[in-house]
């Protein structure tokens, strides 16, 4: 292998610096929370305790934070569910270009580039308007899937730029229906791709704000219920519920690459059949 | 019947009605929505249908106006300056300084898993670093470079800039590594055997070829920018204004009217932006 150049070692420490940047902070808050009783927002720790771990089991100490967290996570899930199918059914309709194709596309763009504020301030007029009751199971969820959906089609624009027709071919050759086609062909080869488009459908929602602030009604989710807390609650309870919320998102974005790379294997082990038919 | 089921137009709108539902109804209503209320009139309980221009005539009136987009263009120019900058060298180091695939991959996720977290938690995770009695200042008098805290670590345009760029490098990162990965290889051999130094492969080559995913990079980082209230509400302890902060007050004082004239006018700021730099890129062609 040939030399590195000087350039290599001064980019790797700018990138070690990067990353540092990067999780720095977090890595921080949580240390500080285990923070002793008496310790405060900053360094020095004063005793190492669990202490405020468990001051978020306690009601009274934060208000309804595991209220707002179930919330969050069936809105997540029902973001996440509602994310890919759209995708998938938007990803295999733009494969053709039909008539008000590039309008829809640019509408795509147009939800991904709004201001967040303004759906929010668009959906609570709306439904004050019509006289419906704000909650974050109806307006919240359509105001963040307006958030999430783009992610989801670009990924899956990006996946169908790449998917090869043959296989769509030999399965009508062989006589499969369009529907057999989409369902023992297309998903299959799409399906790493859903992973992708899954986690960004949870993880976008569970940590949305700007969209909900106007939208969940009066049952806040988890983020809206941190950012109330940021302005009344003065103790490290708040690092360890950061610290918390942060390690559930880790355990899913870790389960999603877990299995990507199990359906990577299982695709090597088993490998092409071509050949080996009947 | 089978003939109408065949034709593009039917299947292609039957797969993505779903989506033009959703986008109709909450992204094309809620903006018609905001359009028709910022010509209404409001009372201190209630807002009144009507046709009025006095929204827009105090908006354009105010000085406080100006000032606040000129600071979210300042906010919008410094961000994209640095999360450019970086974004471009880490991108640059990923793509063509690691030379395993494997490795690749890896390093390019520790850079992505922090976008997949909560924007609010890694605001909060500033604070003890910031602060008054902060990691920053402890170390700084404890070096000896200054005798006592800085005042503007915390609360301030610094933290709110540096925050924008913790949040949205990651924008810049992921379409820069991407057009930098498709980058023919023989390209650079062929400028390094035509006698270009790394330097030169690198701004006559490259940089041209990157500048799709630049384009990329910036639509998001200064919409995102542009259309923020929380971050520089947060950062800045209420003490810095911008565009979204002048939606949110109103909103909070229920002068909705109020809110939904700033709110127009900030999205036509955000779809000009925008405008001019599609001139600049084919999103569709680089998907």
């Known amino acids: ?182 369902r023992y062909v297309v998903l299959p080869i799409i399906a790493p791709s859903l992973i992708g488009v899954a986690l960004f459908g949870f993880t976008l929602s569970y940590d949305e704000f700007a969209r909900t602030l106007l ?28 610290t918390l919320t942060t390690l559930f998102s880790l355990v899913i974005i870790g389960a999603c690459m877990l299995a990507l790379m199990v359906m990577a294997r299982r695709r090597a082990r088993h490998g092409s059949d071509a050949g080996r038919g009947v | 019947m089978d003939r109408i089921l065949k034709s593009r137009n039917v299947m292609g709108w039957a797969q993505a009605s779903p989506l033009a539902l959703i986008l109709f109804g909450f992204l094309v209503l809620p903006i018609l929505t905001i359009t028709v209320v910022s010509f209404w009139r409001a009372t201190e309980f209630s807002i009144i249908p009507a046709f009025s221009l006095e929204n827009y005539a105090f908006l354009f009136g105010s000085d406080v106006t100006y000032r606040v987009f000129f600071a979210t263009f300042k906010y919008a120019a410094i961000t994209w300056a640095l999360t450019l900058g970086i974004g471009f060298t880490v991108a640059f180091y990923l793509a063509f300084h690691i030379r395993s695939q494997t490795m690749q991959i890896a390093l390019f996720l520790l850079c992505t898993i922090p976008f997949w977290t909560s924007n609010i938690i890694r605001m909060i995770s500033w604070i003890p670093f910031l602060g008054r009695n902060g990691i920053a200042n402890q170390t700084l008098i404890s070096w000896g470079v200054i005798d006592e805290p800085l005042e503007w670590l915390l609360y301030s345009d610094f933290s709110v800039i540096l925050a924008f760029v913790h949040l949205y490098t990651l924008f810049m990162v992921v379409p820069i590594f991407n057009t930098m990965m498709r980058i023919d290889r023989s390209l650079l051999e062929a400028a390094r055997d035509a006698g270009a130094s790394g330097f030169q492969t690198l701004v006559h080559v490259i940089f041209p070829l990157t500048k799709p995913g630049i384009m990329i990079g910036t639509i998001f980082v200064v919409t995102l920018v542009m259309g923020d209230f929380i971050t520089v509400r947060f950062m800045s302890g209420s003490q810095k204004a911008n565009v979204g902060r002048l939606i949110s007050n109103d909103i909070a004082l229920l002068q909705y009217p109020s809110a939904a004239a700033t709110s127009v006018v900030l999205l036509c700021t955000v779809l000009l932006t925008i405008a001019i730099l599609l001139r600049f890129v084919d999103i569709r062609k680089e998907l």
């Open chain 1, 1 to 182: 292998m040939e030399q590195r150049p000087r350039s290599f070692y001064i980019l790797t420490v700018f990138f070690a610096l990067f990353i540092l940047f990067l999780y720095g902070p977090t890595l921080t808050i949580g240390i500080l929370s285990f923070q002793g009783p008496q310790g405060g927002l900053t360094f020095p720790m004063n005793g190492v305790s669990m202490h405020w771990f468990f001051d978020l089991f306690e009601q009274q100490a934060v208000g309804d934070i595991w209220g707002a967290f179930r919330r969050s996570l069936a809105l997540g899930l029902m973001v996440m569910v509602t994310t890919v199918v759209i995708s998938v059914m938007g990803g295999l309709a733009f494969r053709k270009r039909f008539r008000g194709s590039g309008a829809l596309f640019y509408l795509i763009i147009a939800s991904l580039v709004i201001p967040s504020i303004l759906i929010s301030l668009g959906v609570g007029l709306i439904f004050n308007q019509l006289g419906f009751k704000i909650h974050w199971a109806t307006s919240g969820f359509g105001s963040q899937l307006t958030w999430t959906l783009p992610f989801g089609l670009l990924i899956m624009f990006a996946v169908f730029n790449r998917f090869d027709k043959s296989y769509e071919e030999a399965a009508r050759d062989q006589g499969a229906t369009p529907w057999q086609t989409i």
């Open chain 1, 215 to 242: 939208t969940a009604g009066s049952y806040n989710t988890l983020p809206l219920e941190i950012f109330g807390m940021t302005t009344n609650v003065t103790t490290p309870v708040i690092y360890a519920l950061g």
